[in-house]
Structure formats: C-alpha cells, structure tokens
C-alpha cells in the first residue's frame, strides 16, 4: 500500500468515525430525548430515570469515540486545525463527564426523591455543549470528507462550449442553444 493509499484510509476512517458519531449524537440528544418527553403514558420521573441512564451510557461511548478522533487525526494527519478540533471535542466530552453529567445527575436524584431543585442553567449549557459537538463534528467530516475527495478530483476536464440547433415545437422560429461538450 503506497503512502497516498494509507493517508486516503486514514481520512476515510475519521470521516466514518465523526459522521457515526454525528448521527448518534443527534439520535440520542436531539430525538429521542425529547420524543421521550412527549409520551404522555411516561411519568416524569420513569423519563428523567430513563434519560439518567441513557446519557451515561452514550457518554462513555463518547468518551471511546473522542480518544478514538483524537488519535486517528494525530495519527492520520499531524495537521494543527484538525488536531485542535479533535482535542477542543475531547475537553467537551471530559467537561461533560466530569461536571455537568454529575451536576444533572443529583438534580434528578432530587427530583426522583420528591425535591424541587432550584432553577439553573445547566441544563441549557448542556444543549448549548451537545449543539456545539456536532459542529465540531460536522466541521471535522466536512474538513476530511473534502480531503478524501480531492486526490480523485485532480483530473481537469476542458469544457468548450458548442452550438447547436435543436428544433422545439413552439410556433416561432428555430431556438439557438448553448450546450457543452466534455472534450
């Protein structure tokens, strides 16, 4: 396998890894979060339980997935943007993991005990951290997917535009077209 033939599998391989992940993420924190919310035969406690240990799960998953971006864009590219989006991606998750799941977590455990937790904007900032992880992910695919195209792209075809006259069943006269030939 020639040089160009691994750097185009490693580019794959973060595309495959960020677009997954991409859509994970909007599985499980943009649709069935809320649709769960919807059910009107779910109490709210059952949901918030269900949410608890749903986030828990998809955060470690999150956690193998960024270390995984992570070393593969180090690995794969030693370019500073993709690097530094990859590393931005994994302080989000650690945040995630270390701050705002607890944080969540002892609101619900009140909840679930029959407490009113005061008001408080974490559960926004959690939106804010989800929406701004798909960013980086879809500018990381985005970034790679281009990448990954451009070797195949490099053939430039000559365009040269050509006359012609195509009969159209109008009243008027002959119509004069411009079209293109591939040469």
Same mark, same amino acid.
């Given at each position: ?19 997954? &992940? ?52 180090? &690995?794969?590219? /030693? ?9 931005? $991606?994994? $302080? ?6 270390? &701050?705002? +799941? ?31 992880? +798909? ?6 695919? /985005? ?5 990954? +195209? ?18 159209? /069943?109008?009243?008027?006269? +002959?119509?004069?077209? /411009? ?5």
């Amino acid at each position: 396998m020639t040089g160009t033939e691994q750097r185009a599998g490693r580019l794959l391989t973060i595309l495959v890894v960020a677009t997954a &992940w991409a859509g994970f993420l909007i599985g499980v924190s943009f649709l069935a979060t809320p649709v769960k919310f919807m059910a009107p035969s779910l109490i709210l406690p059952v949901a918030l339980d269900v949410g608890r240990q749903t986030f828990h799960v998809f955060n470690r998953c999150e956690i193998a997935l960024a270390v995984a971006m992570l070393l593969l864009v180090i &690995w794969g590219l /030693r370019s500073r943007i993709p690097i530094g989006l990859a590393a931005i $991606l994994m $302080l989000l998750v650690v945040m995630q993991t270390l &701050w705002m +799941l607890p944080a969540l977590d002892a609101r619900v455990e009140a909840i679930l005990k029959g407490g009113t937790p005061a008001p408080s904007p974490l559960h926004t900032a959690y939106i804010a951290v989800e929406c701004a992880k +798909l960013a980086l992910l879809v500018a990381i695919a /985005r970034r790679h997917r281009e990448e990954n +195209l451009a070797p195949r792209c490099s053939v430039r075809r000559q365009v040269a535009p050509q006359t012609s006259k195509l009969p159209l /069943r109008t009243q008027g006269p +002959l119509l004069q077209f /411009r079209t293109f030939q591939i040469l």
